[in-house]
């Protein structure tokens, strides 16, 4: 089953910008979508993007025009490449994906944590 390692968050003040990366243990290539999500303290996880086997993309909208996510099929790794961060962007980053349409999605990994605070 793949894994998910995911990297690249911190500290950084509203208005700044980081890259989060997913590598994964197996191949994404033939992956039907992959994703990222967050969960906030005492909050639900949410939905923050997908990017679909053709690469077509989907964003929420408290992310739209500021977060963009992509992938590198070549070494297996989903990025997300956050711009204007807010406060409310606060957050564990996960990443997860569904191989098929209709399968469910694969074990959580750890996250990376992801703090916006000047």
């Known amino acids: 089953q793949v894994q998910l390692v995911e990297s690249g968050g911190g500290l950084v003040q509203p208005g700044g910008s980081l890259r989060l990366s997913c590598a994964a243990s197996g191949s994404i290539s033939s992956m039907y979508a992959m994703g990222w999500y967050r969960q906030a303290p005492e909050k639900q996880r949410e939905w923050v993007a997908t990017?679909?086997?053709?690469?077509?993309?989907n964003y929420a909208d408290s992310v739209k025009g500021r977060f963009t996510i992509s992938r590198d099929n070549a070494k297996n790794t989903v990025y997300l490449q956050m711009n204007s961060l807010k406060a409310e962007d606060t957050a564990v980053y996960h990443c997860n994906g569904r191989p098929a349409l209709g399968a469910p999605l694969m074990p959580w990994g750890q996250g990376t944590q992801v703090t916006v605070s000047s």
């Open positions: 990017i679909w086997a053709g690469d077509a993309t």
